[in-house]
């Protein structure tokens, strides 16, 4: 029997001290080591947030005693040198563990803009109708004859002034009132927040700020993207409409799981949520740090904050219970949050401004999805449009101004980069653009930055994959063909692989293969997209070949190449002309809600409209995915031009795999 | 022909009201394509919609009933041609001839009724007698029929005979009460014949010659015309490629070209010279298409092998066959016997119970609601985590039955240990084998040791 049999002493304390940084930590026995390095706020990578699957969170116990439970991944030679898994590993006493550094991986600027306001989805005349303005009053100092109290004076002024009858305000505003009005020297200037929103009945406008004097403060807005892996902040001035300045960064909570199903299991550890939760408003909080220092404002003249992001993401960041979205029937407790204001969260914003979340439709269709459906304006046109997002989940929705059908497929992080065995992130140095030409079979490829290559992107997965196939090195069931007169396809460990950038080349420090395994990966990966949009289309009885418009968002969809993309089956085969690139809709979602206050009540309606469809319900996802589990689908009348390709380069279905 | 969802939202109020039950009209809509809800429980549909959406709502396939009472028999009413597209509803009735000048016509009667056999804790029997009118008169088949309902109460018949006043004085004789089935109307005599079953209310088998599915259109439209509802189609095929071109082609046209002449359930004449013949074409009829099976002989080998094919067919493989998540002893177990648990599918339980039991170690069982999922499903799913286990092992009891607090957890979830030690403080918990074929061994030298 293994160590899991022995009983431990659970009143026991072990002392945990960590190199290189130093840090020491008294700990219970039986804390794994995993823990302990969080408590001590180590960066130790935890992809699958400590189920002992991924093996990513080594570390090397160089002295003491710890209790193994599983040593996942890990090859004999490097269990003999002290090297553990940490979420599997268990103090018994004192124990002194190295961690390893870790690379720094940087975020790919968000190089393209927002929209600005002539752009703006629908019409919406936010000059007509601003969400917050500011007023300069002139109030009447009381008197024994005017004993009328602080806020019905301002009030008063506020009516006389600028024909603003109602205004109501917080316990936190009047607690300061009385101070601010005769510092001021009764001359103030005061931020309204002119519509509370949409939610429910009418209520005035809601006094967030007051300051001395003059109109003089700027009064910005905040549009938020929190992506699973990244957030992207930007920043708005309401007095032009127009977006100033953005950041983005990882979301930090990536230390606790890479995926949405890997942190909803990380909530379930002891303050799991909690940390999560401060984690995501950590990620922004930094970025409007950034931001401010950069365009030298202060965050109390944030005035509005708008927040889209995926219903898991919208739990954690609102501190809710996220379990019950994974686990069957996947229930979210709310589409759209209650009214909130940036200090509840604890974002470094005013304290007093509104934080407006974006509405989501189901367990993985979130508010990310219905700001990107208004963005795209499909929800108020009649053309047959689809709309899809691809990440770590491809949400997609088809439909016209009457009808919005939606459904999620996941896609594994295989277009992240993640999964492939030199996949990475769009960052510095990824392979992101490929071409093999015919004669040679010699790859030409371009980095992100053109930096020397470290490993290959999304985009560059697709373009890669996309080109061995058109040239023959690869058959339509994803084998290499291990007789290509090429040096570059090898076989190691008994997987075969094609060397797309060898070591040195253009300065590479080490080979850079896609193999066999990592191509069945991303064939899956595909699959399971383009399957939902059959899925979609069939279900509502409509043809693919019927949509009018393909629109495509979210941050990775920018960077996609279409025709290669249609060569290996991930979109539909449909002129180039229907696609159209949107950018990071959930962003611009966000920011058209926060501009327009007539966005918002859009945006409720389409969260209400919008239906969900799960994919799981029934059979017929399975079918579809398992006739695109081909590169570019079983039917190859479905992607005619692909048909044409082939048969313009003599390669292709004629080919026979020649391994297998 | 059936509606597509967008094309019945458009006929819907588009209010989004919820009060049908689903969050939008487009998700009622879809539901109503695929005819898993009902119109009615939308409050405000206008009654244009209900017009047209009524007509298109007429299922593909006509329900038929045959026989009456207790042992009556459904059949028709299927929406797929593969069942993993969603699943088959109404099995085929099994049904054995005679011939109604059989001298043993009222044992072998006796003898169908009164089969029954059991398999996983479910009796299946055969479901009708079918009486052939082999010579003699009217009268003489109508005192068959009679003789065989009478040493059969209650199993349903099927009347066969081409001869209408053989069938009506039959039915006269009082077998009308029991709603048999009439077969069949021909090309020559469709219309006494429909005359007949209209007459006494009966459902009526309609036979075209060798496969002439044109012909069958025409009989279809004939005797629907003379006022039958109930139809059930024999194509007239004999031979294993002829049913199944036949049979194949009648349930696509019902299904996917809305043949309305051809919406009715089939019945596969499968009798044969010997029971091995008969028992191929009868068992490609149960798997595909037939809702009526007819064969001659009452072999125990085939008729099992048949309830049994029909039985795996038959049952919905979307709905796990669960077991009671309880605590199940396994042999005289002790204090001192060992604790296992695993999730409550009923394969995976079967699987489990009989290793440890062919171990020869007494132990205890665990089973944890998984709503029948296996040990990995449930565990992805986030049914069989730590805390079920521990809820599990509380809820049953096992604590105060036992000297040790040992538990063993299946070895595919041995990542949980950690934390089902957590939830049950005192608990020393052992990671079993990942399959139960490895079980013995364990509990053997694992456990003891």
């Known amino acids: ?660 | 022909m059936a509606l597509t969802g967008l094309e019945i939202f458009k006929l819907l109020p588009k209010t989004n009201c919820k009060e049908c039950g689903f969050p939008t009209c487009l998700a009622f809509a879809m539901k109503l394509s695929q005819k898993a809800t009902e119109l009615d429980k939308c409050p405000s549909v206008s009654d244009e919609a209900k017009t047209a959406l009524d007509a298109a709502a007429t299922p593909p396939i006509k329900l038929v009933a045959i026989g009456s009472g207790e042992r009556a028999f459904e059949i028709g009413n299927e929406v797929v041609l593969y069942r993993h597209e969603k699943t088959f509803y109404h099995q085929p009735g099994l049904v054995v001839r005679v011939k109604s000048d059989d001298p043993q016509l009222a044992e072998v009667a006796g003898r169908v009724a009164g089969y029954e056999v059991e398999r996983v804790g479910m009796t299946l029997r055969l479901d009708g007698l079918a009486v052939e009118h082999a010579g003699g008169d009217a009268a003489t088949y109508a005192a068959a029929v009679a003789a065989a309902g009478a040493a059969a109460p209650g199993l349903p018949l099927v009347l066969i005979s081409g001869d209408a006043a053989a069938i009506d004085a039959a039915l006269s004789g009082g077998a009308a009460a029991d709603r048999p089935l009439v077969h069949a109307a021909t090309a020559a005599n469709w219309q006494a014949m429909a005359d007949v079953a209209k007459k006494h209310g009966c459902p009526l088998a309609i036979r075209a010659e060798a496969g002439d599915l044109a012909g069958l259109v025409d009989l279809s439209e004939n005797v629907r015309g003379a006022g039958v509802e109930d139809l059930v189609l024999d194509p007239g095929t004999a031979g294993l490629a002829g049913d199944l071109a036949a049979f194949t082609q009648l349930r696509r046209l019902a299904l996917k070209k809305g043949a309305r002449a051809l919406g009715y359930p089939i019945v596969a004449v499968a009798g044969g010279a010997t029971w091995q013949a008969e028992l191929a074409r009868a068992t490609q009829a149960v798997a595909k298409y037939a809702g009526v099976v007819i064969i001659d002989h009452l072999e125990p080998a085939a008729v099992y092998a048949l309830l049994t094919l029909r039985q795996n067919i038959y049952t919905d493989p979307q709905k796990p066959i669960q077991m009671e998540p309880k605590l199940y002893e396994i042999g005289s177990v002790g204090a001192d016997s060992p604790v296992l648990i695993t999730t409550n599918f009923s394969l995976t339980y079967f699987s489990v119970a009989g290793e440890v039991e062919g171990a020869g170690v007494p132990a205890w069982l665990l089973v944890a609601d998984s709503d029948g999922q296996s040990v990995l499903t449930a565990w992805a799913a986030g049914k069989f985590d730590a805390e079920k286990i521990a809820k599990t092992v509380k809820d049953s009891g096992i604590e105060s039955r036992i000297s040790h607090k040992k538990l063993v957890i299946p070895g595919h979830v041995a990542g949980l240990s950690g934390e089902v030690e957590e939830e049950l403080p005192g608990w020393q918990i052992m990671v079993g084998p990942r399959d139960a074929v490895d079980i013995p061994n364990y509990v053997k030298n694992v456990w003891g040791a």
């Open chain 1, 1 to 660: 029997m293994s160590d899991a049999s022995v009983t431990k002493n659970r009143t026991a304390m072990a002392t945990i001290t960590f190199s290189p940084s130093g840090q020491t930590i008294e700990v219970p026995a039986g804390t794994s080591l995993l823990d302990a390095a969080i408590l001590c706020e180590l960066d130790v990578p935890s992809p699958c947030a400590g189920q002992g699957r991924c093996g990513r969170c080594r570390v090397r116990v160089t002295s003491g005693e710890v209790e193994r439970r599983s040593n996942a991944g890990l090859a004999t030679a490097e269990i003999l040198g002290g090297w553990a898994v940490a979420c599997q590993t268990y103090t018994r006493g004192s124990a002194e563990i190295e961690v390893p550094e870790r690379r720094r991986e940087t975020v790919r600027p968000q190089g393209h803009a927002l929209g600005e306001p002539e752009s703006l989805p629908v019409t919406c005349d936010w000059r007509q109708d601003p969400a917050v303005r500011t007023f300069e009053l002139d109030i009447e100092p009381p008197s024994l004859a005017d004993n009328t109290n602080d806020f019905d004076r301002l009030r008063r002024a506020l009516a006389q002034q600028h024909g603003i009858e109602e205004v109501r305000a917080e316990l936190p505003m009047f607690r300061r009132l009385a101070k601010d009005l005769r510092k001021a020297n009764w001359k103030v200037s005061v931020t309204l927040e002119m519509h509370d929103g949409v939610y429910g009945a009418y209520l005035p406008p809601r006094l967030i700020r007051i300051y001395p004097g003059a109109v003089s403060h700027a009064s910005m807005g905040v549009a938020v993207d929190l992506g699973t892996t990244s957030v992207v902040v930007y920043l708005l001035d309401f007095a032009t409409g127009r977006v100033v300045d953005s950041a983005s960064a990882y979301n930090k909570q990536i230390a606790c799981g890479e995926d949405v199903i890997s942190r909803i299991i990380y909530t379930k550890r002891k303050r799991g949520l909690e940390h999560l939760q401060n984690l995501a408003v950590e990620t922004i909080n930094d970025l409007l740090a950034e931001l401010q220092q950069r365009n030298r404002i202060k965050l109390y003249e944030i005035h509005e904050v708008a927040v889209a992001g995926n219903t898991t993401m919208t739990h954690l960041l609102l501190g809710l219970d996220p379990q019950y979205l994974r686990a069957e029937p996947y229930i979210p407790t709310l589409s759209a949050a209650p009214k909130l204001v940036a200090g509840e969260l604890g974002l470094h914003a005013n304290m007093l401004a509104r934080v407006h979340v974006m509405p989501s439709v189901g367990s993985y269709v979130g508010g990310d999805i219905t700001a990107g459906v208004i963005s795209s304006g499909m929800f108020a046109t009649d053309k047959l449009t689809l709309f899809i997002d691809i990440g770590t989940n491809g949400e997609m929705v088809l439909g016209t101004k009457d009808w919005l059908l939606s459904c999620a497929c996941s896609a594994g992080p295989a277009f992240e980069g993640g999964g492939a065995g030199h996949g990475m992130r769009a960052s510095a140095g990824a392979i992101e653009d490929v071409f093999i030409a015919d004669d040679t079979l010699e790859p030409t490829f371009r980095t992100i930055d053109d930096a020397a290559a470290v490993g290959i992107c999304g985009s560059g997965l697709i373009d890669l994959l996309g080109e061995l196939f058109v040239t023959g090195l690869v058959d339509k069931s994803g084998h290499l063909d291990r007789g290509a007169p090429t040096d570059r396809i090898r076989v190691r460990d008994g997987v075969p692989e094609y060397v797309v950038c060898w070591a040195g080349e253009g300065g590479a420090e080490h080979d850079i293969p896609l193999t066999e395994s990592d191509i069945s990966g991303l064939i899956r990966a595909k699959a399971a997209i383009y399957a939902g949009f059959e899925v979609l289309c069939r279900s509502v009885g409509v043809d693919l070949a019927d949509v009018e418009e393909i629109l495509i968002g979210g941050a990775f969809g920018q960077y996609i190449n279409i025709e290669k993309a249609i060569r290996i089956g991930l979109l539909p085969d449909q002129p180039v002309e229907r696609f159209k690139f949107l950018g990071n809709t959930s962003a611009q979602g966000a920011y058209a809600a926060l501009l327009c206050v007539s966005i918002r009540q859009d945006v409720l309606d389409v969260a209400a409209k919008m239906t969900y469809l799960e994919l799981s319900a029934d059979n017929s996802f399975m079918d579809e995915y398992t006739s695109a589990l081909f590169l570019p689908h079983t039917d190859l009348a479905k992607f005619p031009s692909v048909h044409q390709t082939l048969a313009k380069r003599g390669a292709g279905p004629a080919a026979t795999p020649e391994s297998s």
